[in-house]
């Protein structure tokens, strides 16, 4: 069965701005995408690392380089393609350099989001809307109960509060000039956001992310220092959000109005582990890697515990994880050792796989 048929067919020959293209998750959605046959159009800043996932996929693709607070050169992009798609995943993404540079966190993800919903507002092709933001989104109290979408929007640090802020953005956009009781009357386009948990995938070589700090650290032979040992996070292969953003997506090209909303996309809640579980089986997929702690009391704050609770994805959209936890730190270690040690990306057998399993398993998304 053809790749094209999955989202029944929504994607094929829609032309789909992605921003923040270049980054890890950016550069995997755009790969799907052009796997879709849509007609892919990346905005973002240059890729962030060397190497780099964007660069080594050689996408032929629609690729501009600019800042997402350039609302100009952002919206001559909008004028020039006229999208009938948008996903937003230009961000700042990493907690602790929230910490040094606030004001840039803020003015990307929280002044970025809006000046790309500006854009949105004056491009009348626009059908389909999806903000990418984060399980951190949430006032998040630690006590245990997993997040749900009904979930007060907060954060303790400045990456968190960004991401929580950029919810609101979307709230207040959604109802204010895309508001689903007059959707195909006033207007055409829908907008929903989505949020998932700490994203693992070959390809990231973003600094203070842990499995590639592990993957540095294997390649100098040193042991890598990891903070917060024994902090519980969803951990999940990036083929799982990004499954749940297409449909979510696709439900919105066929005017679908309940999904004009906010989404979680996580593991099983009980499909969870420490960073400390983590290094452990990282060690047993390549046993080049090598570990030491840093004590939390030198680290900044960040949650010790976070969950998702999945149940409306579930119940409303039928998604549903296709690879647990141990899967997909496995992908993604034999991801980096295949590329170190025969310079060979497994991207394309990581999606055939992922979409293989997906269709035993008769996923709403298959079909």
């Avoid at 996903?87 to 990493?94: E, T």
């Amino acid at each position: 069965m053809s790749v094209t048929t999955l989202f029944q067919s929504a994607y094929k020959g829609k032309t789909v701005l992605v921003t923040g293209h270049t980054g890890f998750k950016g550069s995997w959605l755009a790969y799907w995408l052009h796997q879709l046959q849509a007609n892919v159009v990346g905005y973002s800043l240059p890729a962030p690392t060397e190497p780099s996932h964007w660069q080594l996929l050689h996408l032929p693709i629609s690729h501009y380089e600019g800042d997402i607070s350039n609302v100009e050169q952002l919206k001559a992009v909008f004028n020039q393609h006229e999208p009938e798609v948008v996903f937003h995943m230009a961000a700042q993404p990493l907690v602790r350099y929230s910490y040094q540079h606030p004001l840039e966190t803020i003015e990307t993800n929280v002044l970025g989001t809006v000046k790309l919903l500006e854009c949105v507002r004056q491009c009348p092709s626009i059908r389909a809307v999806i903000i990418i933001t984060s399980d951190k989104c949430y006032e998040n109290p630690e006590d245990g109960h997993p997040l749900r979408e009904t979930d007060p929007m907060g954060g303790y640090d400045p990456y968190s509060m960004s991401k929580g802020a950029a919810e609101l953005v979307t709230s207040s956009y959604r109802n204010s000039f895309f508001n689903v009781d007059h959707y195909g009357r006033t207007h055409q386009t829908l907008i929903a956001s989505v949020r998932a948990g700490n994203v693992i995938g070959g390809g990231d070589w973003a600094s203070d992310r842990l499995i590639p700090d592990l993957v540095r650290g294997s390649l100098s032979r040193q042991p890598v220092t990891i903070r917060n040992p024994e902090a519980v996070r969803p951990w999940q292969h990036v083929l799982e959000p990004l499954s749940g953003y297409l449909l979510v997506g696709q439900k919105l090209l066929q005017g679908d109005t309940n999904a004009a909303t906010g989404w979680n996309f996580g593991p099983a809640v009980d499909d969870v582990l420490s960073v400390r579980n983590v290094v452990e089986q990282a060690i047993d997929c390549w046993n080049v890697i090598s570990f030491n702690e840093l004590s939390s009391v030198k680290n900044p704050h960040e949650a010790h515990l976070l969950r998702l609770d999945c149940t409306k994805a579930h119940r409303e959209l039928d998604w549903y994880p296709v690879w647990d936890t141990n899967s997909a730190i496995t992908r993604t270690i034999d991801w980096y050792r295949t590329f170190y040690e025969t310079e060979k990306l497994l991207t394309d057998v990581d999606l055939a796989s992922y979409i293989q399993e997906a269709r035993a398993r008769r996923l709403n998304w298959t079909t």
